[in-house]
């Protein structure tokens, strides 16, 4: 398996532009999580599915924030519009349920200018 | 309130010594333990785990000890590698709530050779 696959790895825009990052879980898993990391908050957790339905969405600093998930093997997380201080690196992953360890995607580090 | 805490930001040992890093929680009703290694530019991978039912786990280096009682957990390395350098993430998850896990700060550890 190759793991869980993030794309973008890297993504450069201006603040007010809308951006998707894209996350494709490991086959067979149940739960997807999106994460953040920060230097100030460390890492966070925004929301997570299991079985493609949104179960904890707590951590989603706000309105501007909105992640799906239509399918098994597909979750997006958007943020519209950007502001430099969503600048982090925003991690998924997932979990094959009845386990509790978490694979990780490699990260997109997102910078807002 | 932070309820996984890490409270070095980094540690520093020789090559072959051990190494020890602690995590502190706060919520009683976490019962399932993890630690995470993380490279630069990589997303965590998971290392080792323990359940509450248990105060020790052994996986080759690495073991895992649990004090319920002091709400505190250590990751000993034994003995320590330069690959071993890394950021360590500890994480706590509750029954009830299986697989959305609280992560530390994380405690950088630096192996010299």
């Known amino acids: 398996d190759a793991g869980v696959i993030q794309s973008p790895r890297h993504e450069v825009t201006e603040m007010g532009q809308e951006v998707t990052l894209r996350c494709k879980p490991i086959?067979?898993?149940?739960?997807l999580f999106w994460y953040r990391q920060t230097m100030m908050r460390g890492l966070e957790l925004l929301i997570y599915?299991?079985?493609?339905?949104?179960?904890?969405d707590s951590g989603m600093p706000e309105d501007r924030f909105s992640a799906k998930m239509p399918n098994a093997s597909f979750s997006t997380l958007k943020i519209q519009p950007s502001e430099p201080r969503d600048s982090a690196v925003y991690f998924c992953?997932?979990?094959?349920?009845?386990?509790?360890?978490?694979?990780f995607g490699p990260g997109t580090r997102l910078t807002v200018l | 309130d932070q309820q996984v805490k890490q409270n070095s930001p980094s540690l520093s040992v020789q090559e072959g010594r051990i190494s020890i890093l602690n995590c502190d929680y706060t919520?009683?009703?976490?019962?399932?333990f993890l630690w995470y290694k993380k490279y630069p530019a990589e997303g965590p991978t998971f290392l080792i785990s323990?359940?509450?039912?248990?105060d020790k786990n052994e996986d080759g280096r690495f073991t895992v000890f649990l004090n319920k009682s002091a709400k505190h957990l250590s990751l000993h390395i034994v003995p320590s590698q330069p690959g071993d350098s890394a950021v360590y993430f500890c994480?706590?998850?509750?029954?009830?709530?299986?697989?959305?896990?609280?992560f530390g700060d994380g405690t950088t550890l630096t192996v010299k050779p």
């Open positions: 992953a997932s979990r094959l349920a009845s386990y509790n360890e978490q694979f």
């Open positions: 086959s067979g898993h149940n739960s």
């Open positions: 599915f299991n079985n493609n339905v949104p179960i904890d």
């Open positions: 919520n009683s009703m976490f019962d399932y």
């Open positions: 323990i359940s509450s039912i248990k």
């Open positions: 994480a706590a998850s509750t029954r009830t709530n299986a697989g959305k896990s609280t």
